[in-house]
């Protein structure tokens, strides 16, 4: 949930609000003129009335813009005046400037600039992927060079996809097709000499020219000290396995896992956790500490002995909650709660009657600002409760029956939330998550958990807010490990509760452990 002041305060009077912060916040006269809303085709925008700058990308070679006024604005679209225009784009940025007019007001100028990508001159790829390696960087349109490792094979495979079916491909200047396999040859040079693969998008009119570069090694296979594989009976490997990259984190919720290295090359040999190790046998750590963390070297050496390389496991045995669709079979008071508080569709008046409630916790460790990291809900089977705070105990984790007293509560534009509270017990641990399916887009599902399954298809900038339904966003605090799980065009399972604010309805999603 984020904190703004509603589009609509804008046009209000100067005000004092008081926010869920505790902040003062003075809300003063219109000055400027603003749109209702702003909508383009056949790539959409997601608007926001108080942001001026907006981008996309597109391969038509036609844009609509419809701009809808505040109240009686006068809007213009590219110097005309009109509340709608069907644009011709050229290839490349095009500039498309919505200006909005309003007597005793100042104008503001809505800047949208479109980026054509005409399949005639789109040099763009769509996908890069080396046969038996993983592209480091990852493959992105942005990044031109990239390493495909070590190879003791004299050929490797190179599988290119364009944007445009229109483009041409070559690979060192030879000719490859859209989507196949292409075999191209590396040099047997034992000193390891870095070697270059030029790749070539062309322009169907042959007057464009996208290079991207790729690196590969030759190394001898008697000298080569990697695993082929490494697998567990339980969890995941962070980051996935990949036989260049030595440490791995491993989490789970048993005292015992197994490992199971499998070496490359016939005569390599490896010892796990110091004993020698057979090639794809199962190795069992039993035993583990909860909240410890037990490291694990897997040394693997090459055929002619001369080489060595260690891959360390760091398993941390702690445990990780589950979700489930069967309703807790306790009352809380949470619901009873709710309905007490004045309800307010701004910053509502406080409700201080101090109030035990009791509940699962579903989500923590909610940041929503640099102050206010600490943020949780707690769920009975009747209802969910956000509460907002800078400071929790440690016993506020995902999955603990917990005991609070509620001492202050509102509703801050539309979404419920305890204000302040002091710690009671922790009754118990270890609890599933119930979650809801269906529908989730109304007042009384704020603060239950749902599950969506299905990609996300936009993204905002600070808060990560990934839109993947009609009525539904995410948010997440920017810049965390699983902010490329919420960007666009991704997808999975994923659990949190909702939230709702500047008239929207969100999923939190405080950690990686709410997707699946």
Request: charge should be neutral; charged fraction near 15%; proline fraction near 5%.
């Amino acid at each position: 949930m984020l904190r703004p002041i509603l589009f609509f305060c804008l046009i209000t009077l100067t005000a004092s609000v008081s926010c869920g912060d505790s902040e003062s916040i003075s809300i003063p006269v219109q000055k400027k003129a603003y749109l209702h809303s702003m909508k383009t085709l056949p790539v959409p925008i997601l608007f926001d009335g108080l942001r001026f700058d907006y981008t996309l990308e597109t391969t038509s070679t036609q844009i609509s813009v419809f701009a809808e006024p505040l109240y009686d604005e006068t809007i213009l679209i590219n110097g005309i005046k009109a509340a709608s225009r069907v644009l011709t784009l050229s290839n490349g940025t095009n500039l498309i400037l919505v200006q909005v007019s309003k007597p005793g007001v100042q104008d503001s100028i809505y800047t949208l600039r479109a980026v054509c990508h005409d399949p005639r001159y789109d040099t763009r790829l769509e996908s890069l992927s080396v046969a038996d390696t993983v592209l480091k960087p990852a493959w992105s349109l942005t990044n031109m060079l990239y390493s495909c490792g070590k190879q003791h094979t004299n050929t490797i495979f190179v599988t290119a996809s364009t944007r445009s079916s229109l483009a041409l491909l070559r690979l060192n200047g030879l000719s490859a097709t859209n989507g196949v396999p292409r075999p191209v040859a590396i040099i047997q040079d034992p000193g390891g000499t870095n070697q270059t693969i030029r790749l070539e998008v062309i322009s169907s009119d042959l007057a464009l020219t996208n290079q991207i570069l790729l690196t590969v090694q030759y190394l001898p296979p008697e000298k080569d000290p990697r695993l082929r594989e490494l697998t567990t009976d339980v969890s995941v490997l962070v980051p996935a396995f990949e036989r260049d990259t030595p440490t791995y984190t491993l989490y789970v919720s048993t005292n015992c896992v197994s490992l199971t290295p499998t070496l490359l090359l016939a005569g390599q040999t490896m010892t796990v956790a110091g004993t020698p190790a057979a090639s794809g046998t199962p190795v069992v750590f039993a035993n583990l500490k909860e909240g410890s963390v037990t490291n694990i070297a897997i040394r693997v050496t090459s055929v002619d002995a001369s080489v060595s390389q260690t891959y360390t496991v760091s398993v941390r045995y702690d445990w990780v909650w589950s979700y489930t669709p069967v309703n807790y079979d306790f009352d809380g008071g949470i619901r009873q709660y709710l309905e007490k508080i004045p309800y307010s569709a701004v910053n509502g008046p406080a409700y201080s009657t101090v109030t035990v409630l009791t509940g699962i916790v579903t989500a923590a460790n909610i940041a929503h600002s640099a102050t206010y990291t600490k943020c949780f809900f707690i769920q009975d089977k009747n209802a969910g409760i956000y509460v907002y705070t800078a400071s929790a105990p440690s016993e506020i984790r995902t999955g603990n029956k917990v005991v609070i007293s509620a001492t202050s509560a509102k509703y801050y534009f539309g979404m419920p939330e305890v204000t302040s509270f002091s710690w009671q017990s922790t009754l118990s641990r270890y609890h599933a998550i119930y979650y809801r399916t269906g529908y989730y887009a109304q007042p009384e599902f704020i603060g239950q958990v749902f599950v969506y399954s299905g990609p996300v298809w936009s993204s905002m900038d600070r808060y990560f807010v990934g839109k993947f339904d009609e009525d539904l966003y995410f948010h997440s605090v920017k810049e965390t490990d699983w902010e490329w799980m919420l960007g666009d065009g991704q997808g999975g399972d994923f659990f949190g509760p909702v939230t709702y604010s500047y008239n929207l309805y969100r999923m939190e999603i405080p950690s990686m452990e709410h997707i699946r």
